[in-house]
T-cell receptor
C-alpha cells in the first residue's frame, strides 16, 4: 500500500529557533498533502492543505507566517515552524491522499513528528 | 459546516467482550466519505475503513464491523471479542466529496482500554 514517510520523528529545539519537518510519499505522487496538529490526548486538528506547486491553504486560526508549508514536488511537503516557542510543542502529522486506484479520499499518514520547544 | 462527534471519551472492557464505538456526523454535502482510523500508543494512524455516502452496506472484516445509517447520520464501529491489542484511540473522520477540497476532519476520538 501507499507509504508516507515523515522526518524527524522527534525533535527538541530551543525557543526562537526554526524547525523543519519533511513529509514524503514514497511510492506514489501526492498533489495534495495535509498537515495536522495533535495535542496530548486530543484529536487531530487540520492546519493546512499543501498543494504541489502552489500556496498552501491554511485553516482559520492557523498562522501562516508561523507555520510555513512548501510543497515543491509531487512527493515532498515540508512544514517549518518558525521562531518556535514552547506553546508550539505538539505532535505534527502529515498525510497524503492515496491515488484513486487505491481508495477515494483515503489518507495515508506519516508516523508523526513530536516537537518539543524548550 | 462539517462535524464529527464521538461522544464516548473512554471505554474500558475486559478481553473477549464486544464493544461498539459511536460516531455521529453532520454535513450538508450529498457526497461525502466516512472513515475510521486507529491510533495505537506509537502514535501512527492506521486506516481501518472508508465508506462513501452512497454505500450504506454494512461491512464486516474479521472481528471488526461497521454500521452506517444515513437516517441517523451515524457510522458506528463494533469490535467483537476484543483483545488487548485493540487498545488504542479510535477516530471517526469525515471528508467532503470535493466541495471543500477533500479535507478530512476528525472526531475527538474514543480511547479504548481492553484489559486481560
Amino acid at each position: 500500500g501507499a507509504v508516507v514517510s515523515q522526518h524527524p520523528s522527534r525533535v527538541i529545539c530551543k525557543s526562537g529557533t526554526s524547525v523543519k519537518i519533511e513529509c514524503r510519499s514514497l511510492d506514489f505522487q501526492a498533489t495534495t498533502m495535509f498537515w495536522y496538529r495533535q495535542f496530548p490526548k486530543k484529536s487531530l486538528m487540520l492546519m493546512a492543505t499543501s498543494n504541489e506547486g502552489s500556496k498552501a491553504t491554511y485553516e482559520q486560526g492557523v498562522e501562516k507566517d508561523k507555520f510555513l508549508i512548501n510543497h515543491a514536488s509531487l512527493t515532498l511537503s515540508t512544514l517549518t515552524v518558525t521562531s518556535a516557542h514552547p506553546e508550539d510543542s505538539s505532535f505534527y502529522i502529515c498525510s497524503a491522499r492515496e491515488p484513486p486506484s487505491i481508495g477515494a479520499n483515503v489518507l495515508t499518514f506519516g508516523a508523526g513528528s513530536r516537537l518539543t520547544v524548550l | 459546516a462539517q462535524k464529527v462527534t464521538q461522544a464516548q471519551t473512554e471505554i474500558s472492557v475486559v478481553e473477549k467482550e464486544d464493544v461498539t464505538l459511536d460516531c455521529v456526523y453532520e454535513t450538508r454535502d450529498t457526497t461525502y466519505y466516512l472513515f475510521w482510523y486507529k491510533q495505537p500508543p506509537s502514535g501512527e494512524l492506521v486506516f481501518l475503513i472508508r465508506r462513501n455516502s452512497f454505500d450504506e452496506q454494512n461491512e464486516i472484516s474479521g472481528r471488526y464491523s461497521w454500521n452506517f445509517q444515513k437516517s441517523t447520520s451515524s457510522f458506528n464501529f463494533t469490535i467483537t471479542a476484543s483483545q488487548v491489542v485493540d487498545s488504542a484511540v479510535y477516530f471517526c473522520a469525515l471528508s467532503d466529496g470535493g466541495t471543500g477540497g477533500f479535507k478530512t476532519i476528525f472526531g475527538a476520538g474514543t480511547r479504548l482500554f481492553v484489559k486481560a
